[in-house]
């Protein structure tokens, strides 16, 4: 390792010469740190549009000869001005040859400046007619951005080329030269926004580390094939991992990239993606492959073969593609699938969350109107889980039917109807299929200050199950029928006060009522497809059905009271609100499941409470909470909180809270599924990136485990970024499995390292990525669709 590391951070600080952005959204050099452009020529003239070579040349100088009729001599100060081009020296002899072509000559201290390019140099040629410009011992500086060198001879041909015989380039700011390019001739197309080198020389301060025979570097946003930044960590279990990403740019709707990755301890994986634009969408479909894995041969070989492959093979496929066929019609693709349980915590992608317990396979057709949406389903999950897969079940497919009409003055009328058909990979799994409707009405009355509205429906329910003959379905049914008449009514009112106490200040308090009857029907013949407790905050206090899907409709006859209070400044934007409700059962809430742990009693009266709070403390503080009681359990079921300062993109501190009971994990999963949460969660956390000087950041973040007593996910990086060149240093320590023979925690620790060149990638916030560095990605809490 010690012999290898060098090796390859070396190789990481070269190749970034070659970085871009497929996507860069700056030209080279741009930048937002107004400190980085000191000493940076400007253009303050008000730009000319017509063409140059058609208007006067303005010229001043001390003396002044002519020799007629072609030949204009000028002497001392000499400065002539035409459009946007201004050039300054000591002498300038203008030629006008038969053809009327108009030559300058100039000698001694020679300044060339127009809207794009500041040239000097000893000597110089111009042609005022096609503003060909040739400059000897030259000294240039893009203008406005970064972008500097010099030259034995510089050439700036039709406005556009930028031609240098041994020349140099580098973005880095007046009177920092840490890295440069130089090369025996050197173009820079600004039309096509790239630079080209020959005969490339990179080098670190004066040090050479780098020879190539041919350098392409694009400046700017146009999309351009080649080598892209490449990435290099070091962890624990991996060892060395190193990607160079290749970008091809295949056509206008059309690129590609290809990341070859190798993995010290693993093997070579070849990443792939293609993005396309055309008939049939836009979409991006990404295929990886890594033939032979060594490390999960060996973890294979020593532990439980249960969720391993007999295959080394190991790959991902994702396709995900959006169409809107016309006005009316649409279609929708977005699977992921892998080759293996372990292959997203082994190798990770962006296409899945580590966290995540399974991937979905979702293929969507679809039509709309103003009356209608139709859309039919094929639903797929993976999961990742060997014991539960077999228990999980699938649409295939799904057809939903939507009919809304609203032209009834108050009057809502719409029909929800669905019809699905379920299968599973479990043999001794009942099958089926699933009718359902759901006619609705309502009728709404409306003030500034108050809002009623009643409703009425029904829905009704067929079910055609195939049941395998084994005793786990000696309670199901062949054919089912569930009728269930719906009744509600739900009033807000807002009332609004000045504060007297805080001026400038207002409150509202916002008090709801909602009644809902839904008879009770007995369901345990019916198999649960597709239905799960939600969870039940504030606002879920409030809806008609306490658990997903339609396999479960659980009775009530129940009111659901709340009051939502909020303070407004004199702006009127919000900086406070509290929410307090509960659920009030006349009669108990049930389903006929008996595997429901919450339908074990006959808890009636106030079951369910829930309260939420936002606090706007200032711009720079926020502080949200969250807290949830089920009386069937006699617990806090759910809670969290989180406290954010940022007083500027990398100046942030957060404290997060959250809590979820064990008991009620178990209760809101499907009744033939466990769950493997051995105990309540309780993880308290610190996020953070603060500014240890001018150009240099520290990030980390906590996240500790009260129950286990454990650091769950730790990490901390190091960012030095300067108007020239950065490096971002990372370590981290993360929860990867369980062992079940020492009862412990697996934990797999990482570092990272990676180099940037200012001016050659684009301007991305460097530190928000590396607070992405853990299990739990950063996500601010001043988001308005916070929690959603």
Request: negative net charge; glycine residues 6%.
């Amino acid at each position: 390792m010690k012999k290898l590391t060098p090796s390859f951070i070396a190789a990481t600080v070269c190749l970034s010469i070659y970085g871009q952005s497929a996507f860069a959204s700056t030209e080279i050099g741009t930048t937002s740190n107004k400190q980085c452009l000191i000493g940076v020529p400007t253009f303050n003239r008000p730009l000319v549009k017509e063409d140059e070579n058609a208007l006067p040349v303005e010229v001043s100088s001390d003396s002044f000869e002519v020799d007629l009729p072609n030949k204009a001599i000028y002497k001392g100060n000499v400065s002539a001005v035409q459009g946007n081009r201004t050039v300054y020296s000591q002498k300038m002899t203008l030629n006008q040859t038969a053809n009327k072509n108009r030559d300058l000559i100039l000698n001694g201290n020679v300044l060339y400046q127009d809207n794009l390019i500041e040239m000097r140099g000893d000597d110089a040629k111009m042609n005022l007619d096609n503003n060909d410009v040739q400059i000897q011992n030259s000294r240039y500086h893009l203008v406005g951005r970064l972008g500097r060198g010099d030259a034995d001879t510089m050439e700036f041909n039709k406005n556009r080329y930028i031609v240098l015989n041994n020349g140099s380039f580098t973005s880095c700011p007046v009177n920092n030269s840490s890295w440069n390019i130089e090369g025996s001739e050197i173009i820079y197309d600004n039309q096509e926004q790239l630079l080209e080198v020959w005969n490339a020389v990179f080098k670190i301060g004066k040090v050479p580390v780098l020879y190539s025979p041919y350098l392409q570097l694009p400046t700017g946003d146009k999309r351009r094939s080649g080598l892209l930044m490449p990435e290099f960590s070091y962890d624990s279990i991996d060892g060395i991992d190193f990607s160079l990403p290749i970008y091809w740019n295949i056509a206008p709707n059309y690129d590609a990239t290809i990341t070859p990755r190798v993995m010290q301890r693993r093997g070579v994986q070849l990443q792939t993606e293609t993005r396309y634009l055309n008939e049939i969408g836009l979409g991006t479909i990404a295929f990886d492959w890594l033939q032979h894995d060594s490390l999960y041969n060996k973890d294979k070989n020593n532990q439980n073969t249960s969720g391993y492959n007999d295959s080394s093979h190991r790959w991902l496929f994702h396709w995900e593609n959006s169409q809107l066929i016309n006005y009316n019609w649409r279609f929708f693709v977005n699977t992921t699938r892998v080759s293996d349980n372990q292959y997203i915590s082994d190798l990770g992608s962006k296409f899945a969350s580590e966290t995540d317990g399974y991937l979905t396979q979702l293929y969507q057709a679809g039509y709309s109107d103003e009356y209608w949406d139709i859309g039919l389903n094929y639903k797929y999950f993976q999961v990742l889980r060997d014991d539960i897969k077999d228990n999980l079940y699938h649409t295939e497919p799904q057809l939903n039917i939507n009919y809304y009409n609203n032209d009834f003055e108050n009057f809502e009328f719409n029909n929800f109807s669905q019809v699905s058909h379920f299968v599973s990979s479990g043999d001794n799994n009942a099958k089926t299929w699933r009718f359902h409707i759901a006619p609705t009405l309502k009728y709404t009355l409306m003030s500034s200050w108050a809002t009623v509205t009643t409703e009425a429906g029904f829905m009704a329910t067929h079910y055609e199950q195939d049941i395998p003959d084994v005793p786990q379905n000696a309670y199901l049914a062949k054919n089912v029928n569930r009728f269930l008449p719906k009744l509600g009514i739900d009033g807000k009112v807002i009332f609004e006060r000045d504060i007297s106490w805080l001026e400038g200040y207002s409150q509202t308090v916002e008090p709801r009522i909602k009644y809902l009857y839904i008879p009770y029907r007995n369901q345990s013949q019916i198999g649960n497809y597709d239905s799960a407790l939600l969870q039940s905050d504030y606002v879920g206090l409030f809806r008609d059905q306490s658990y997903s899907g339609l396999d479960r409709i659980a009775s009530a006859n129940k009111i659901t009271t709340g009051i939502t209070t909020r303070f407004y400044d004199e702006n009127e934007v919000e900086q406070f609100n509290l929410s307090l409700g509960q659920i009030y059962y006349f009669n108990q809430s049930r389903t006929g499941d008996s595997n429901s742990s919450l339908e074990q009693n006959d808890n009636t009266g106030s079951v369910t409470w829930a309260a939420d709070t936002y606090w706007k403390v200032s711009d720079d503080m926020i502080f949200r909470a969250g807290a949830q009681y089920d009386k069937r359990l006699n617990e806090v079921t759910l809670a969290n909180a989180i406290f954010e300062y940022r007083r500027s993109e990398n100046k942030m501190v957060q404290f997060s809270y959250r809590y979820a009971n064990k008991n009620y994990i178990d209760s809101i999963g499907l009744s033939n599924v466990t769950t493997p949460y051995q105990q309540d969660i309780s993880q308290l956390g610190i996020m953070s990136s603060w500014p240890l000087a001018e150009n240099v950041n520290v990030v980390g973040a906590v996240f500790y485990d009260t129950n286990n007593k454990q650091t769950s996910d730790s990490f901390i990086g190091l960012n030095y970024s300067d108007c020239c060149w950065g490096v971002n240093l990372q370590y981290g320590r993360k929860i990867t499995d369980w062992d079940n023979v020492t009862q412990e925690s697996k934990f797999e620790n990482k570092f990272s390292i990676n180099f940037e060149l200012r001016g050659l990638t684009k301007n991305t916030n460097v530190v928000a990525k590396m607070l992405n560095f853990g299990l739990l990605p950063y996500k601010t809490a001043f988001a308005e669709n916070y929690g959603n």
